[in-house]
């Protein structure tokens, strides 16, 4: 037995459509612009979000010291005004392409490393500085 729709339901199914449609004929550049123009409207972002794995620690009433944090993510919060030094690091860091480089550093906030141990996320964060950058450590 054939499952109908509602005129409701094609409208939707037709809207989403056309709007897939229109997105699948976008360049990347194209696309990249309409998700800063999303971002900028709807005040988001499109980066991508570190996710917390197993339970979040009870609070200690005994006033047990809290254990330090090791792992951190080195993120890009501004290009700062030497961009090209910037892009250069990205690239060099994370191993991308020359164009993802570029736009990591133009969307930002951008997780550079996620994960990284202190010593080594201090030290990115210092060469980002040294190059104008700001980086933040979470």
Do not use: C, H
Request: cysteine-free; hydrophobic content about 40%.
């Amino acid at each position: 037995m054939p499952i109908t729709m509602t005129k409701k339901e094609e409208t939707k199914e037709t809207k989403y459509q056309e709007l897939l449609e229109t997105i699948e004929k976008m360049s990347v550049l194209e696309l990249s612009e309409f998700v800063k123009v999303l971002e900028e409207r709807f005040g988001v972002s499109a980066s991508a979000m570190a996710v917390p794995v197993g339970p979040a620690p009870a609070p200690d009433a005994g006033g047990a010291p809290v254990p330090e944090k090791t792992s951190f993510n080195v993120v890009l919060k501004n290009a700062g005004g030497s961009k090209i030094q910037v892009i250069k690091l990205v690239k060099e860091i994370t191993g991308k392409g020359l164009t993802e480089a570029k736009e990591m550093t133009e969307k930002t906030p951008s997780v550079i490393k996620e994960g990284a141990q202190k010593e080594e996320a201090e030290e990115l964060k210092k060469k980002f500085e040294a190059a104008g950058a700001t980086i933040a450590l979470e």
